[in-house]
Structures are given as C-alpha cells and as structure tokens.
C-alpha cells in the first residue's frame, strides 16, 4: 500500500465528502458514488480495514497508509477510527426524485423534513433512523440547519450514502409542492395528538424542529396535522433523533401492516 505523501495532504481540503469512519466508509464503498481516494491508518492489520482494502481494490479506487496526524487533518474534530475516504459529490436530489422512488417501488411517499436540525449527531442520527425505517427521501434546509458534514456522515453509520436527500431554498414552498402530490404533512410537537391516534399508512412528510425551537412557526401552519409523542416520566419530550425513531418507526409499522 502506498505511504500518503505531504503534496496529496496539502490537496485535499475537508469538506461535506469527506467521509470517516469504519461504518460509513464501508457503506460509502458499498453505495453507487464515486470515491476518489481512500486513507488507512498506518501500522494496522484490524479485519475491519482488510475487508474495507478489498472493497477499494474491488472497485478501482486508489488507498494510502496515514499517520494519525494526517487523518485528523483530513476529517478534523471526527472520530475517523483510522479510515477517511474523499468521495465524490453529494448528489443531491429533487423532490420529484424522491417522489419518483416511491413510485417505482409502489408505495405512498414516505418522508422526513428536517426542519433547522443544527446537531450534525442529531441529523445523522435521524438519516439512520430513516433508511433503516425505508424512508424514501429526506428534505433539508440550505440554510439555517447543518448540512452534510463529515460528522452527520460518521454518525448516519454510513445510511447517508443510501439516502437520497432534497437541499431546497425554501422549506414551506418544498412543502407545497408535496402536497400538491397528495402527500399529508405530520408536525412532531408537543401539544399534538398523540402519535398512537393517528393513521400514518398514507402518503405522509414528517417534519421534525429544531433542537431547541421545535418546528418552526411559519412551517408549523403549514402541517395537516400536528402529532406527538406520550411521555410517561418527568421530562416532556425526546431529543429530535430520538423521537424521530420513534415517529418513523410506528409510521413504517402502519405502512408495512
């Protein structure tokens, strides 16, 4: 394997392709975008990177031992566990793309809205939860929310190379342009009906708030129907990945029933 020299460091800027990690680099390597180049870090022999080295040298792509030094250059503040892959760029989608999905497996649309998720753990949390819920499709804001960063990738666990995600301009006109496609809006806040109550077989948008605001006013009045979670001990509600498993789950469970 090829020692990674000072000119390719000095070459490549960590940026949303950026990818690092065990799980999501291996999910990388396993989805259909491009990688351009792979690091491992020097002086291991661990089974995980051997399997991650034959899925590389499966698919062409060049891979160089790193120092620690350079991997945390790479893929700065992230838990890189010694393996940082630069991929390609993210394709987004559109919405129709994700509504096209849908209708070539089938199904009612089922998607999240990521409605000002500032936490890249909690938006790569909501990302896992999502694929691993058979959510067709995720919208995010390109402004005023964290967008695809190496730390949402790590913390998808890899989904976010599954999931095709819509970066719009404007979240209410993204959600008109859904209902017009017949797809009912579902609100997650606090003073809803309780989540249990409601039927989340048909063709459903869940929209999800920020950390500390919930949803936010104006994409509030836009929702068809406002849900919520029941709380049985003292706190009031979950951390917004967690009720978003909650939420995407019992929604998958109607569907798939």
């Not at 790193?66 to 559109?94: C, F, R, T």
């Not at 809803?192 to 063709?203: E, I, W």
């Amino acid at each position: 394997m090829k020692e990674y020299s000072e000119y390719e460091e000095r070459s490549c800027e960590p940026n949303e392709n950026t990818v690092a990690g065990i799980n999501a680099v291996t999910e990388l390597l396993r989805s259909e975008r491009s990688v351009d180049k792979l690091f491992i870090a020097s002086k291991t022999k661990d089974t995980a990177y051997v399997s991650i080295i034959q899925l590389a040298k499966e698919k062409g792509i060049p891979f160089f031992r790193a120092e620690k030094g350079k991997l945390d250059a790479l893929a700065p503040g992230v838990n890189h566990q010694g393996v940082v892959a630069l991929a390609a760029g993210i394709q987004y989608v559109s919405i129709e793309d994700i509504l096209a999905i849908a209708q070539a497996k089938k199904e009612a649309p089922f998607i999240l809205i990521a409605d000002k998720i500032n936490d890249p753990h909690n938006l790569g949390a909501m990302i896992r939860c999502a694929e691993g819920a058979g959510v067709h499709g995720i919208i995010i804001p390109k402004r005023h929310g964290v967008g695809i960063t190496p730390v949402v990738s790590k913390s998808s666990a890899g989904a976010v190379s599954h999931m095709a995600i819509a970066k719009v301009t404007n979240l209410s006109s993204a959600i008109d342009k859904l209902k017009d496609n017949g797809v009912w809006i579902y609100g997650a806040e606090a003073d809803g009906t309780s989540l249990y109550q409601n039927d989340l077989a048909g063709p459903a948008a869940f929209v999800l708030g920020s950390e500390g605001a919930g949803i936010s006013q104006k994409i509030k009045e836009k929702c068809d129907f406002l849900l919520s979670i029941p709380m049985y001990g003292r706190v009031n509600s979950f951390n917004v990945s967690t009720a978003a498993a909650v939420i995407l789950c019992e929604a998958a469970r109607q569907r798939n029933n």
